[in-house]
Nanobody, 118 residues
Framework: QVQLVESGGGLVQPGGSLRLSCVAS????????MSWYRQAPGKEREFLAT????????TYADSMKGRFTISRDNAKNTVFLQMNRLIPEDTAVYYC???????????WGQGTQVTVSS
């Protein structure tokens, strides 16, 4: 059974940091590019960052560059999103996404809530 389980969300003050984790199971993790997306209330789901299978290359949405960092640990089937200098506009549900490098088969996690508020 394929699972992507996000964790690490919560309430944080503006200017603070959070590190999200997504643990994968049920598929060959190292065969999948991993990404993070988010969806704020009333808005469409938004791409944040992606990392290639071995972690040699990353891509970020322009608005995230310099504040967010994606990384992965293939030995632990885990992808991370380090978020710094958070602002209220970062409040959203954050989702983990996996896409097979060749077939394009994709999976979504259930999401973790991040709330940035004083």
């Amino acid at each position: 059974q394929v699972q992507l389980v996000e964790s690490g969300g919560g309430l944080v003050q503006p200017g603070g940091s959070l590190r999200l984790s997504c643990v994968a199971s049920g598929f060959i993790f190292s065969s999948y590019a991993m990404s993070w997306y988010r969806q704020a209330p009333g808005k469409e789901r938004e791409f944040l960052a992606t990392i290639t299978r071995i972690g040699g290359s990353t891509t970020y949405a322009d608005s995230m560059k310099g504040r967010f960092t994606i990384s992965r640990d293939n030995a632990k089937n885990t992808v991370f999103l380090q978020m710094n200098r958070l602002i209220p506009e970062d409040t959203a549900v954050y989702y983990c996404h996996a896409a097979h490098w060749f077939t394009g088969r994709a999976y979504w996690g259930q999401g973790t809530q991040v709330t940035v508020s004083s």
